[in-house]
């Protein structure tokens, strides 16, 4: 159940909901629901008590890659930390085989740190939901790999926090043991 924890930040997840559907409506390209799925991800770590440039950040984490803002335009809204964690975030276009540029996203999350790995598995876990309605083969094997390279790649950096451990759970109750 939803519980009051913090006013101010609440005023700012507003600012950045504001600031993401102002410019998805404006230049956004990708046909999936952003904003529905950013208010989740940037939700699960607010209830968790996340601190506020990870909350934050999690609102905008889709903005690069899926419109034609910057990382300029989110810097002078949210500040540089934000600005370059979502940047962390967003995977690079002109890789074009999935698997490389999965690899390299989760590469520079890594590099990035913490709060971006954070951020990415909440990410995956609102996402998780979904794998199962994948009718493709070649994209349902993608979609193994992708996670179970981000338990591999991620699981010193997270094992002990609280998201990536739901995240494990998410993944063993939906994709089973993936080895």
């Known amino acids: 159940m939803y519980q009051h924890h ?19 409506s404006k230049s956004g390209h990708n046909p999936k629901p952003v904003v529905t799925h950013s208010i989740m991800v940037a939700t699960t770590l607010y209830e968790l008590n996340y601190s506020r440039n990870i909350v934050i950040a999690a609102v905008l984490h889709d903005l690069i890659e899926d ?6 335009e989110i810097e002078a809204s949210f500040g540089k930390e ?9 995977f690079d276009p002109k890789i074009e085989d ?7 996203h989760f590469n520079r999350i890594r590099t990035f740190g913490k709060s971006a790995a954070l951020i990415k598995t909440a ?12 009718n493709d083969f070649n994209t349902h094997s993608y979609l ?14 997270l094992h002990n926090d609280p ?8 993944c063993k109750g939906i994709l089973g043991e993936i080895k």
């Open 6 to 24: 913090d006013i101010n930040l609440e005023r700012e997840m507003d600012k950045a909901f504001i600031f993401l559907a102002e410019n998805m």
């Open 67 to 72: 419109s034609d803002v910057t990382e300029k």
């Open 82 to 90: 934000i600005s370059d964690l979502v940047s962390a975030l967003s």
């Open 98 to 104: 999935k698997r490389e540029q999965t690899q390299e």
């Open 123 to 134: 990410d995956l876990y609102c996402n998780l939901p979904f794998v199962n309605y994948v």
């Open 144 to 157: 193994q790999y992708k996670y179970q390279l981000f338990q591999d790649m991620f699981a010193d950096l």
């Open 163 to 170: 998201m990536y451990q739901a995240f494990q759970e998410r």
